[in-house]
């Protein structure tokens, strides 16, 4: 049985971990070499490098979940919402 609450090594870690990560990177990647190097895999029309640029440029657009019911204004009859209510006991 999985049991909740805190664990080790769960969760965020401490911005200054981030902040050491960050700075190791810049000691061995430049970011304008970086950024030339995104710049030519866009004119090569590489999609994911397009797609990273917008992202960052103007923000992943807005993502729409559509809820599509099925059933909606269905009624149902006595014995069907009897079953439904008993397959709800049984279950939960």
Partial sequence: MAHGGKR????????ADELKFIERL???IDSDDAIKQLQ???KDGN????KLY???RFGKPK?????INHNFNQELTDDQAKQIAQDLLNKY
């Fill in 8 to 15: 080790d090594g769960a969760g965020r870690k401490p911005k």
């Fill in 26 to 28: 810049d000691n061995v």
């Fill in 40 to 42: 030519a895999l866009i």
């Fill in 47 to 50: 999609f994911n490098a397009i």
């Fill in 54 to 56: 917008l992202e960052y």
């Fill in 63 to 67: 993502e729409v979940v559509e809820n």
